[in-house]
């Protein structure tokens, strides 16, 4: 919480990852698919905007979905909500690149996460949050 009481800042930035992270997962691409191909996505680029405030007990609903990917990049957008609220809390794009996990230079984004993600362009994933 910020000096306000209201969940700070850098926290959703934290439930991004995060939510890209169980996006991942869901779709079979786990830690050990990460390792196996040696590489992993780092993000390199965020821009959120904070329309309103969390406060603690409030559970927050994380929703992503991936707008492009393509060569060595994937463009993810996020909404947050207060769970079973319309009223957006948080709007985000983050660019995401993929790397070679030893050098951390990017390199393409090998065929079998192409084609997994590929497959669930546009399409939302949803998780909760207890802030």
């Known amino acids: 919480m910020d000096a306000l009481g209201h969940v700070n800042n850098a926290v959703y930035q934290n439930y991004l ?23 992993v996505f780092v993000m390199r680029r965020v821009e959120i905007d904070y329309l309103r405030p969390a406060v603690a007990g ?7 979905w991936l707008r492009e990917i393509r060569g060595t990049r994937a463009f993810r957008k996020y909404e947050i909500r ?5 009223d957006l809390l948080v709007t985000a794009e983050a660019l995401w690149v ?3 996990a030893k050098t951390m230079r990017p ?8 084609e997994k993600f590929q ?6 994933f949803s998780l909760q949050y207890q802030s």
């Open 98 to 100: 993929w790397v070679d």
């Open 58 to 64: 409030d559970t927050l609903e994380v929703t992503t």
């Open 17 to 39: 990852e995060q939510a890209a992270i169980e996006h991942s997962e869901h779709l079979g691409l786990n830690l050990d698919v990460y390792q196996k191909s040696g590489g």
């Open 119 to 124: 497959q669930t362009l546009s399409e939302d």
């Open 82 to 86: 207060k769970q079973d609220q319309e």
């Open 107 to 114: 390199r393409p984004i090998p065929k079998l996460m192409l």
